[in-house]
């Protein structure tokens, strides 16, 4: 099927305006970025923030009347700025698969996509199998490799480990391939418990990790290593929380933190835990500590 692409440069004020005509013509996909590339990295919870110039990109079939469409978001939206162009037909599956290729994280951590030959990567791994998918958390970004990096430098051999905010999961793989005695992996979003699991599955643990939605969270044993990869905000909010679930002397380690953000959250986490110590990659940073 062939596709074509038509970008619209807007004001905030109008996005959902324009949205609404582009999805009444059929199209098959919108997005949404800053013109100026103005990245936003955590909105306050229950808002969704846009740019003062916004850019769409929405997809439609090759087949759509655009010079059509063109001139009905100009009657029905003022939209004055628009152009399309045809995309090449491509099997885009093929084009993930370019993209994600088998990544290393410190000495024995590996994961590898189903279309990559596991067996050729070194003797004596630790292999995730894992694929791009809707929840978060492959490895790609930096706080998800500060995580992974740091189970794999500190194997939770014969520990009790939570995953909070879970994600695809990989971090609660991680540790039980590393030897972790039980993992509990939790979020609050559906389509990251429907990830978590189906991850779980595909590398043969489901009887060494359990997965749990927040409202159902019930922890009756305190843990040995919280792991969180999630946002500065609710790290802050869930502080207490976290230092409830670890045992004395147990360990914690969160990402997700930007450099500006990592003064609030050290002064908040060092009320409950000692020897805290900052790890960064690019912008984020991860902080590990023990329990006191």
Sequence with gaps: MGLTQLTIETTKEKVDLVSEVLIGFGSLSITLSDTNDDAIYEPPVGETPLWESTTINAIFESC???????????????????????????????????????????ELLWVCPSWEDSSLL????????MDPGLAFGTGTHETTSLCLEYLDKNPPKG??????????????IAAAKLGAS????????????IA???????????HSIDVVHVDEESMSEKVDLLIANILANPLVELC????????????????????????????TYNG?????????KGIWCRVDGVKS
């Design 64 to 106: 759509a009347d655009m010079k059509y469409i063109q001139e009905m978001l100009l009657q029905l939206c003022s939209v004055e700025q628009s152009e399309y162009k045809v995309l090449i037909d491509k099997v885009w599956e093929d084009e993930c698969k370019i993209d994600f290729k088998a990544m290393q994280f410190g």
């Design 122 to 129: 070194p003797k004596d791994t630790v292999i995730i199998d």
């Design 159 to 172: 520990l009790s480990v939570i995953d909070y905010g879970s994600g695809t999961g990989i971090l609660a």
């Design 182 to 193: 039980h993992v509990v992996a939790v979020d609050n979003d559906r389509q990251a418990i």
């Design 196 to 206: 978590t699991t189906s991850n779980i599955l595909k590398n043969n643990l489901k």
């Design 240 to 267: 207490t929380h976290f230092s409830d679930l670890i045992k004395l002397g147990g360990k914690l380690t969160i990402s997700g933190i930007l450099e500006e953000q990592l003064e609030t959250v050290i002064e």
């Design 272 to 280: 409950h835990f000692k020897d805290l110590v900052v790890t960064k």
